[in-house]
Nanobody, 124 residues
């Protein structure tokens, strides 16, 4: 089970840190990803981190967002800085236990488990 938290309403330029707490199994050898879905749009890749700490980012968030993981806490984080109104979306955490998640971390189908999502709203 994956449970996201940390979403909310902020102003443009502010920061937020999302957390994704995993339970039911150890996810230290899983690739973890963040995806988001804005109203009327398809879900899109945001960031991912492999089991050995390699990170990937969407071009739209590169330089502003940072993904990290704390395996001791079974938790992955998404630090979001310099937020923009276009970052408004429901953010989903995902975990991929198959090797493919580390090969194609930007693909939704690479992930096996998903959280319920947390809303992030950025006002201008």
């Amino acid at each position: 089970q994956l449970v996201e938290s940390g979403g909310g309403l902020v102003q443009a330029g502010d920061s937020l840190r999302l957390s994704c707490a995993a339970s039911g199994r150890t996810f230290s050898n899983y690739a973890m990803g963040w995806f988001r879905q804005a109203p009327g749009k398809e879900r899109e890749f945001v960031a991912a981190i492999t089991w050995n700490g390699i990170t990937y980012y969407a071009d739209s968030v590169k330089g502003r967002f940072i993904i990290s993981r704390d395996n001791a806490k079974n938790t992955v984080y998404l630090q979001m800085n310099s937020l923009k109104p276009e970052d408004t979306a429901v953010y989903y955490c995902a975990a991929g236990g198959r090797g493919i998640a580390s090969v194609t971390p930007r693909v939704e189908g690479s992930y096996d488990y998903w959280g319920q999502g947390t809303q992030v709203t950025v006002s201008s």
